[in-house]
Protein backbone atom coordinates (compact mmCIF):
# COMPACT_ATOMS: atom_id res chain seq x y z
CA UNK A 1 0.00 0.00 0.00
CA UNK A 2 1.56 3.64 -0.78
CA UNK A 3 0.70 6.06 1.82
CA UNK A 4 0.49 9.46 0.38
CA UNK A 5 3.13 11.98 2.17
CA UNK A 6 1.10 15.02 4.22
CA UNK A 7 1.07 18.27 2.41
CA UNK A 8 2.74 20.72 3.94
CA UNK A 9 -0.11 23.45 4.94
CA UNK A 10 1.43 26.52 2.35
CA UNK A 11 -1.94 27.95 1.95
CA UNK A 12 -2.25 28.26 5.45
CA UNK A 13 0.95 30.07 6.03
CA UNK A 14 0.47 32.20 2.52
CA UNK A 15 -2.79 33.49 4.27
CA UNK A 16 -0.85 34.05 7.42
CA UNK A 17 1.32 36.32 5.57
CA UNK A 18 -0.95 38.22 3.55
CA UNK A 19 -2.91 38.91 6.94
CA UNK A 20 0.24 40.04 8.31
CA UNK A 21 1.08 42.22 5.61
CA UNK A 22 -1.83 43.59 5.92
CA UNK A 23 -2.75 44.27 9.30
CA UNK A 24 0.97 46.01 9.64
CA UNK A 25 -0.38 48.19 6.61
CA UNK A 26 -2.97 49.42 8.69
CA UNK A 27 -1.48 50.07 12.17
CA UNK A 28 1.93 51.47 10.59
CA UNK A 29 0.02 53.70 8.06
CA UNK A 30 -2.33 55.08 10.77
CA UNK A 31 -5.51 53.51 9.59
CA UNK A 32 -5.43 51.49 13.31
CA UNK A 33 -4.67 53.80 16.34
CA UNK A 34 -2.65 53.32 18.66
CA UNK A 35 -4.69 51.82 21.82
CA UNK A 36 -7.22 50.66 19.64
CA UNK A 37 -8.88 46.89 19.89
CA UNK A 38 -8.11 44.20 17.27
CA UNK A 39 -10.70 41.58 17.40
CA UNK A 40 -9.27 37.98 16.08
CA UNK A 41 -13.02 37.21 14.91
CA UNK A 42 -13.86 40.31 13.20
CA UNK A 43 -10.63 39.74 11.56
CA UNK A 44 -11.14 36.20 10.66
CA UNK A 45 -15.22 37.48 9.55
CA UNK A 46 -13.73 40.45 7.40
CA UNK A 47 -11.28 37.90 5.02
CA UNK A 48 -13.42 34.63 5.55
CA UNK A 49 -10.92 32.99 6.91
CA UNK A 50 -10.18 30.87 10.06
CA UNK A 51 -8.40 31.61 13.18
CA UNK A 52 -5.31 30.04 12.98
CA UNK A 53 -4.01 31.94 10.28
CA UNK A 54 -5.40 35.28 12.07
CA UNK A 55 -3.67 33.81 15.05
CA UNK A 56 -0.07 33.33 13.26
CA UNK A 57 -0.35 36.91 11.71
CA UNK A 58 -1.42 38.51 15.66
CA UNK A 59 1.60 36.32 16.94
CA UNK A 60 4.05 38.37 14.35
CA UNK A 61 2.64 41.34 14.90
CA UNK A 62 3.11 40.87 18.71
CA UNK A 63 6.59 40.19 17.98
CA UNK A 64 7.12 43.53 16.27
CA UNK A 65 5.59 45.27 19.04
CA UNK A 66 3.36 46.67 16.94
CA UNK A 67 -0.18 44.97 19.15
CA UNK A 68 -0.60 43.50 22.77
CA UNK A 69 -2.22 40.97 24.39
CA UNK A 70 -3.79 41.90 27.63
CA UNK A 71 -4.94 39.02 29.97
CA UNK A 72 -8.96 39.60 30.34
CA UNK A 73 -9.34 42.41 28.24
CA UNK A 74 -7.99 41.48 24.42
CA UNK A 75 -5.43 42.47 21.78
CA UNK A 76 -4.76 46.13 20.98
CA UNK A 77 -2.64 47.92 18.75
CA UNK A 78 0.44 49.23 20.90
CA UNK A 79 1.12 52.99 21.89
CA UNK A 80 4.84 53.38 21.34
CA UNK A 81 6.53 55.13 24.10
CA UNK A 82 10.25 56.86 25.17
CA UNK A 83 11.59 52.85 25.84
CA UNK A 84 10.48 51.76 22.54
CA UNK A 85 12.03 54.51 20.55
CA UNK A 86 15.40 53.82 22.81
CA UNK A 87 15.38 50.63 21.64
CA UNK A 88 14.66 50.56 18.43
CA UNK A 89 17.26 53.71 17.87
CA UNK A 90 19.89 51.88 19.75
CA UNK A 91 19.17 48.28 17.23
CA UNK A 92 19.59 50.43 14.45
CA UNK A 93 22.50 51.71 14.96
CA UNK A 94 24.14 48.36 16.19
CA UNK A 95 22.97 47.41 12.61
CA UNK A 96 23.93 49.93 10.69
CA UNK A 97 26.93 50.98 11.89
CA UNK A 98 28.52 47.76 11.05
CA UNK A 99 26.08 47.55 7.65
CA UNK A 100 27.55 51.38 6.68
CA UNK A 101 31.35 50.31 7.14
CA UNK A 102 30.53 46.54 5.34
CA UNK A 103 29.12 48.68 2.59
CA UNK A 104 31.61 51.47 1.77
CA UNK A 105 33.82 48.89 0.04
CA UNK A 106 31.03 46.87 -1.81
CA UNK A 107 28.28 49.32 -3.09
CA UNK A 108 29.13 50.28 -6.69
CA UNK A 109 30.19 53.78 -7.68
CA UNK A 110 27.04 54.63 -9.61
CA UNK A 111 24.53 53.53 -6.75
CA UNK A 112 26.18 56.02 -4.23
CA UNK A 113 25.85 58.68 -6.91
CA UNK A 114 22.64 57.58 -7.36
CA UNK A 115 21.41 57.63 -3.90
CA UNK A 116 23.08 60.91 -3.61
CA UNK A 117 21.43 62.80 -6.22
CA UNK A 118 18.14 61.71 -4.84
CA UNK A 119 18.94 62.75 -1.01
CA UNK A 120 19.44 66.04 -2.84
CA UNK A 121 15.99 66.00 -5.46
CA UNK A 122 14.14 65.02 -2.08
CA UNK A 123 15.53 67.81 0.05
CA UNK A 124 14.04 69.95 -2.48
CA UNK A 125 11.11 68.46 -2.60
CA UNK A 126 10.33 68.66 1.02
CA UNK A 127 11.25 72.71 0.73
CA UNK A 128 8.53 73.33 -1.71
CA UNK A 129 6.16 70.87 0.81
CA UNK A 130 6.16 67.65 -0.61
CA UNK A 131 7.94 65.93 2.24
CA UNK A 132 6.88 62.21 0.56
CA UNK A 133 9.81 61.60 -1.60
CA UNK A 134 12.06 62.11 1.55
CA UNK A 135 10.59 59.55 2.79
CA UNK A 136 11.36 57.17 0.00
CA UNK A 137 14.37 58.23 -0.08
CA UNK A 138 15.42 57.90 3.49
CA UNK A 139 14.24 54.36 3.52
CA UNK A 140 15.71 53.40 0.51
CA UNK A 141 19.46 54.81 1.34
CA UNK A 142 19.30 53.17 4.62
CA UNK A 143 17.73 49.57 2.97
CA UNK A 144 20.33 49.95 0.47
CA UNK A 145 23.66 50.36 2.45
CA UNK A 146 22.60 46.87 4.88
CA UNK A 147 21.59 45.41 1.89
CA UNK A 148 25.16 45.48 -0.15
CA UNK A 149 26.70 44.05 3.19
CA UNK A 150 25.01 40.59 1.32
CA UNK A 151 24.96 39.40 5.07
CA UNK A 152 21.15 38.01 5.36
CA UNK A 153 21.11 38.05 9.13
CA UNK A 154 22.06 42.16 9.19
CA UNK A 155 19.29 42.18 6.28
CA UNK A 156 16.76 40.35 8.70
CA UNK A 157 17.66 42.22 11.52
CA UNK A 158 17.23 45.70 10.16
CA UNK A 159 13.93 44.30 8.42
CA UNK A 160 12.22 43.57 11.79
CA UNK A 161 12.27 47.24 12.51
CA UNK A 162 11.50 48.62 9.37
CA UNK A 163 7.16 48.61 10.30
CA UNK A 164 8.06 50.04 13.95
CA UNK A 165 10.22 52.95 11.90
CA UNK A 166 7.75 53.98 9.69
CA UNK A 167 4.95 53.70 11.93
CA UNK A 168 7.10 56.41 14.27
CA UNK A 169 7.00 58.40 11.13
CA UNK A 170 3.32 58.11 10.71
CA UNK A 171 2.97 59.21 13.95
CA UNK A 172 4.81 62.64 13.69
CA UNK A 173 8.53 61.45 14.58
CA UNK A 174 9.74 62.76 11.69
CA UNK A 175 8.94 66.41 11.12
CA UNK A 176 9.82 68.67 8.22
CA UNK A 177 12.03 70.87 10.49
CA UNK A 178 14.07 67.84 10.85
CA UNK A 179 14.85 66.90 7.43
CA UNK A 180 17.70 68.96 6.73
CA UNK A 181 19.05 68.07 9.40
CA UNK A 182 18.72 64.08 8.45
CA UNK A 183 19.72 64.94 4.68
CA UNK A 184 23.04 66.85 5.83
CA UNK A 185 23.97 63.49 7.88
CA UNK A 186 22.70 61.26 4.54
CA UNK A 187 24.92 63.21 2.17
CA UNK A 188 28.31 62.95 4.70
CA UNK A 189 27.85 59.30 4.86
CA UNK A 190 27.18 59.11 1.31
CA UNK A 191 30.62 61.20 0.69
CA UNK A 192 32.45 59.02 2.62
CA UNK A 193 31.36 55.49 0.89
CA UNK A 194 32.12 57.33 -2.77
CA UNK A 195 35.77 58.10 -0.67
CA UNK A 196 36.16 54.36 0.31
CA UNK A 197 36.16 56.27 3.71
CA UNK A 198 34.56 53.20 6.01
CA UNK A 199 35.54 54.64 9.27
CA UNK A 200 34.08 58.29 8.32
CA UNK A 201 30.80 56.59 7.20
CA UNK A 202 30.84 54.40 10.21
CA UNK A 203 31.65 57.88 12.32
CA UNK A 204 28.73 59.95 10.02
CA UNK A 205 25.82 56.92 10.52
CA UNK A 206 26.31 56.78 14.40
CA UNK A 207 25.86 60.52 14.66
CA UNK A 208 23.02 60.82 12.36
CA UNK A 209 21.39 57.20 14.63
CA UNK A 210 22.13 59.17 17.62
CA UNK A 211 20.50 62.37 16.62
CA UNK A 212 17.33 60.21 15.03
CA UNK A 213 17.12 59.09 18.70
CA UNK A 214 17.20 62.24 20.19
CA UNK A 215 15.05 64.09 17.94
CA UNK A 216 12.56 61.39 18.05
CA UNK A 217 12.22 61.11 21.70
CA UNK A 218 12.38 65.55 21.90
CA UNK A 219 9.05 65.19 19.58
CA UNK A 220 7.31 62.60 22.04
CA UNK A 221 7.74 64.67 24.97
CA UNK A 222 6.77 68.08 23.50
CA UNK A 223 3.41 65.72 22.04
CA UNK A 224 4.46 66.01 18.24
CA UNK A 225 3.72 62.32 18.37
CA UNK A 226 0.39 61.75 19.21
CA UNK A 227 0.06 58.17 20.85
Known amino acids: MTVEPTRPALVVDSIADQLYRILCERITSGAFAPGSRLD ?9 VSRTPVRDALARLEHDRLIETRPRSGTFVARPGITDVHEVCQ ?3 GIEWVATGLATGRMPESQ ?14 AEAGDYEPFFVSDMRLHREIVAATGNERLIAARASVEPFVQWLRILGATGPHRLAGSTRRHLQILDAMAARDAAGARDAAAVHLDEV ?14 T
Open 213 to 226: EEWTVADMDSQAIT
Open 91 to 93: LRK
Open 112 to 125: IAELRAEAVEALAD
Open 40 to 48: PQAVAAEFG
